[in-house]
């Protein structure tokens, strides 16, 4: 068979050929731009959801990510290398696990010169991103909960949360201590509905592992299911027919949590009749509260990594002017904080060497300066990569707005323990 | 037996309301697919677009704010149908035509080479224009619908969704009664039978596909409306809806609008009455053993033999 070119297909082939011809002109050009930029910069890597489900986390961090590397950048660079400025390399990790792998190896194999990096939100995109960075011996930070994060062994992941297991293991402790105080009577029972993805799995497995029975309490609703829920009816329904003291909920994305809080309102075990106990960023979101009702949310407790606290009052301002969000989140202060701690191991390094930059991280123990400021507790990094001494920290909706209250020094807010 | 009679009635009638939105999504699919054999792997997408019409109809904008938290969500995802209908015109004018109808006949496979192209390619451009337009946040219309049932014994049914139910059964109904007996219905289902006898018969093929994707995705982005007023979303929502949607457009027969309503309806049921015996996580795992089940003992799917065509 012979074909015979059209006209369009000769202008299209024009066209293109114009275009490669001027990419040839074109790409020296930025190649020298660029060899002089890096002789002034130094290149780190933010791999978040942009898009898909969990693009709203990825913008927070992102936000976060770039505020720091302004602070930075202003305030004169990395001293220790000349006041090199801090170049933030951003890759979308999508929607799925295979997305965000991609992402860390196109980012791997198209910039040899990054020196660290941080993400990637979902404990499952993190797993998938971490096999690479590992490989490429990457320094990477990371917030995401899961113990599975640096149960591999891996010398290049740093785990800035509390893993899934220390937050299991204190946040009942703590709710239930809460309730007591302030109840007078201690909670025996309890439902659990969550989602299959990795860090609420990682959560509950100490919990299913003899964690309840220790706690004296009485599991009578365990509920898994896989995201996004469709309807929350049968799940709630569950909750009405066993009635528990109080209800640990475990979504990780907004969506599914909306599901929940509004049928459980609808089956007039809202606003406070069943306690809800959460963990995780999502339940303290600012859309959350736009999408529900505050008053849906009022009492709401969940543990979290990270939220801002006392003595951040001013980072609080600046990013709220920055950016226009109600409030910050764990997203935007962990987007922050990850920056300055890979500044901090620049400075500590004093090369841009991802070898050493790992190396400083491994032995970097800061209990103060803006890296510091943005963590509960010091950072300092055991031999598997997570942080020492770290404590967890509950928010609370309180008047419309998620405010930490526990624990008490780090505390903006008084906790309570909804009663009805 | 690991259930109650109330959690029995409880899930049947979850099933049945959840099932009567996609039973409507199931729908409109279900006439682009019976009118112009065309498989529509955007058709989630034009339900977002009906989402966040609805969405900015009361919230967003505040054109119907005047409604109350009410009537509005329910009025914005009626009128969502024709914003999303004008869309749909658009894009089929302009892009769908060149892969499907009579301009079509002649090319490799029918079109249907370019037609799987293009629908995906319509599918990226509506998920990241809309993650461009409306951000990534996600959203959803606030309404003590969401929340809020009527109580018969010991069970519940959400308001939100009987609302929900009653205009499904009533589009779905009228766009049934348009197809079935009226002259422009007639020469759409004819264009679809036979392309080239309708066309001698002097039937605009084209026309009748453009109407009959327009009316396809006009119809399922009602569908969104409604889910918008229980659901919060985002611009990558359709993904989860897209699936649900062809399984039970297959379910139902392919090319039958009643075998589709019908398919999206049984799916409703299935996937929340089987948290009855099964684990929750395997919920929409039961909707394809019963998928397979079904193609396995009746390829034809329900209603297939009743209409193989619209």
């Known amino acids: 068979m012979t074909t015979t070119p059209t006209r369009r297909a000769i202008n299209a082939g024009l066209a293109l050929a114009g275009a490669r011809a001027l990419g040839a002109i074109a790409v020296p050009g930025l190649g020298i731009a660029s060899a002089a930029a890096q002789a002034k910069s130094v290149k780190i890597a933010m791999i978040a959801p942009l898009s898909g489900p969990w693009a709203r986390q990825g913008q927070l961090l992102r936000m976060g990510a770039e505020m720091a590397c302004d602070d930075i950048n202003k305030a004169g660079g990395i001293a220790k290398l000349g006041g090199a400025k801090l170049n933030l390399v951003v890759a979308d990790a999508g929607a799925s696990t295979e997305s965000a792998k991609d992402a860390a190896q196109r980012l791997i194999a198209q910039q040899p010169d990054l020196v660290g990096g941080f993400g990637s939100w979902l404990s499952s995109f993190t797993l998938a991103v971490t096999e690479v960075t590992e490989r490429a011996q990457l320094p990477w930070l990371t917030l995401s909960y899961s113990d599975a994060i640096t149960n591999r062994g891996f010398k290049f992941i740093f785990q800035t949360s509390p893993t899934a297991d220390d937050q299991a293991r204190n946040t009942l402790p703590t709710a239930l201590d809460l309730a007591q105080k302030v109840t007078g009577k201690r909670p025996k029972t309890m439902g659990i509905i969550m989602d299959n993805t990795a860090s609420p799995v990682s959560f509950v497995k100490p919990l299913l592992g003899g964690g309840i029975q220790k706690l004296g309490l009485k599991l009578l609703v365990n509920e898994v299911y896989t995201p996004p829920l469709s309807d929350a009816t049968p799940l709630v329904e569950k909750v009405r027919s066993n009635r528990p003291d109080f209800l640990l909920l475990l979504t990780s994305a907004m969506p599914d949590c909306k599901l929940v809080l509004e049928k459980l309102d609808e089956f007039n075990l809202g606003k406070g009749k069943v306690p809800l106990v959460g963990n995780g960023a999502p339940f303290g979101v600012p859309e959350l509260a736009k999408t529900i009702g505050t008053d849906l949310l009022e009492g709401l407790l969940f543990s979290v990594a990270n939220w801002p606290m006392k003595g951040q009052e001013k980072f609080v301002a600046d990013f709220k002017k920055r950016t226009g969000e109600p409030w910050v989140t764990q997203d935007g202060l962990c987007g922050y904080g990850h920056v300055q701690i890979l500044k901090a191991a620049l400075d500590s390094a004093g090369a841009a060497d991802r070898l050493k930059v790992a190396a400083a991280i491994r032995a970097m123990d800061l209990t103060t300066g803006p890296a510091a400021a943005c963590f509960p507790g010091p950072i300092k990094f055991d031999a598997k990569g997570r942080r020492e001494d770290v404590p967890i920290l509950f928010a609370q909706w309180q008047k419309g707005v998620p405010v930490t209250v526990f624990p008490s020094n780090l505390a903006v807010a008084k906790p309570f323990w909804p009663t009805v | ?310």
């Not at chain 2, 699919?29 to 609805?54: E, K, P, S």
């Not at chain 2, 026309?207 to 396809?216: D, E, P, T, Y």
């Not at chain 2, 299935?270 to 919920?283: E, F, I, K, N, R």
């Open chain 2, 1 to 310: 037996m690991p259930f109650s009679l109330t959690d029995f009635l409880q899930a049947l009638a979850a099933g049945i309301l959840v099932g009567s939105a996609y039973a409507l999504m199931c729908v409109g699919l279900g006439i682009i697919f019976g009118a112009m054999r065309v498989i529509n792997f955007a058709q989630g997408d034009f339900m977002m677009l009906g989402m966040y019409a609805a969405f900015y109809l009361t919230t967003g904008f505040g054109v119907l704010a005047f409604l109350g938290p009410y009537a509005g969500p329910i009025v914005a995802a009626f009128l969502a149908g024709p914003i999303v209908y004008g869309v749909g015109w658009i894009t089929h004018r302009f892009i769908m035509s060149r892969v499907t109808g009579v301009g079509a006949a002649d090319s490799e496979g029918a079109g249907a080479y370019g037609q799987i192209l293009v629908t995906l390619g319509l599918s990226l451009i509506l998920q990241n224009g809309g993650l461009i337009v409306f951000g990534s946040t996600p959203t959803g219309i606030l309404t003590p619908l969401a929340h809020s049932s009527w109580e018969i014994g010991d069970i519940l049914l959400n308001k939100g969704r009987c609302l929900s139910f009653v205009v499904s059964v009533v589009v779905a109904g009228a766009v049934y009664l348009f197809l079935s007996h009226t002259r422009v219905g007639k020469g759409l289902r004819a264009a679809a039978d036979n392309t080239e006898a309708a066309v001698y018969m002097g039937i605009d093929v084209d026309r009748a596909h453009r109407l009959a994707w327009s009316l396809g995705v006009g119809i399922t982005a009602v569908a969104g409306g409604l889910v918008a007023s229980s659901q919060s979303f985002q611009p990558y929502v359709g993904f989860d809806f897209v699936i649900v949607m062809y399984a039970g457009v297959v379910l139902g027969g392919l090319g039958s609008i009643l075998g589709a309503f019908w398919g999206g309806l049984l799916i409703g049921i299935v996937q929340q009455m089987a948290t009855l015996v099964l684990p929750y996580q395997l919920q929409n795992t039961a909707i394809f053993v019963v998928f397979l089940l079904i193609i396995f003992l009746r390829p034809q799917g329900i209603f297939g033999r009743l209409s193989e065509r619209t």
